[in-house]
């Protein structure tokens, strides 16, 4: 979570919503992204699905199942969605989303009978300065 | 749509599940993509996603509210996901998916409060030839 939290605070830093996030596998990181939408030109580009792909590409298949993704930010459904598809083990996030979250918030995807893989799910580690960095970058953009 | 529909079908000759998706904007085609998780080693990879990431490209933006998304089948959660953080205008697609689609099905995510944007929607275009598409694939593959 350090190298997510990492990867979020230098999202702030080029100007996107700073989420940052980190694919492990068997102790070993094999990707970390940032939120980047704007910078890419890329609607799809969270964290979470740049370190999806990135993984993906270079592991060389396109299921994960042995594979941990942790997260700043409780994933939206578009990557809730992409987890479930690559069949991630388990889902580490760090704070909340009331307004865009889909694991515990609006359409809590991984409950829906349309979903067909569940990762084990631990929420709210690191909350407190995934939540800061969010906080801190709204406020300096009002 | 009809693009759309051989996009699929050349998926289903390369073995990959038959979606294909065009992405329009004033009457001019901006991106045909086919379903490919495997050929690309990338779960991500879908139809959908492609064409929108490729639009996104070629327009130089994140935003796509002034393009419309052909696609052959329902939109699952990851794609309506993507759909709804485009800023897609119109969306018109071909099958309904009751396994795994978010439109009709599952998570209805355009209905959800954590949705941000609705696109206009449109189903059941070229439905039957989607739908013959996709059986005919997973016959064949018992």
């Not at 979020?8 to 940032?34: D, S």
């Not at 979470?48 to 994933?75: F, H, K, Q, S, Y």
């Not at 990557?79 to 598809?85: R, S």
Request: hydrophobic residues 45%; neutral net charge.
């Amino acid at each position: 979570m350090r190298l997510a939290l990492a990867a979020a605070a230098n999202a702030a830093a080029g100007g996107e919503v700073p989420v940052g996030a980190a694919l492990v596998r068997g102790g070993q990181v094999i990707a970390v992204a940032a939120n980047a939408p704007r910078r890419l030109h890329d609607p799809t580009a969270h964290a979470e699905m740049l370190a999806i792909r990135e993984a993906a590409r270079v592991l060389g298949r396109d299921r994960l199942e042995d594979c941990d993704l942790w997260v700043t930010l409780e994933p939206c459904a578009m990557c809730a969605g992409a987890i479930a598809l690559a069949r991630i083990a388990r889902l580490y996030w760090g704070a909340g989303d009331p307004k865009g979250g889909a694991v515990e918030h609006g359409p809590r995807f991984f409950t829906q009978p349309t979903c067909h893989h569940r990762p084990e799910l631990y929420s709210g580690i690191g909350e407190g300065e995934a939540g800061e960095l969010l906080k801190g970058f709204f406020q300096a953009r009002r």
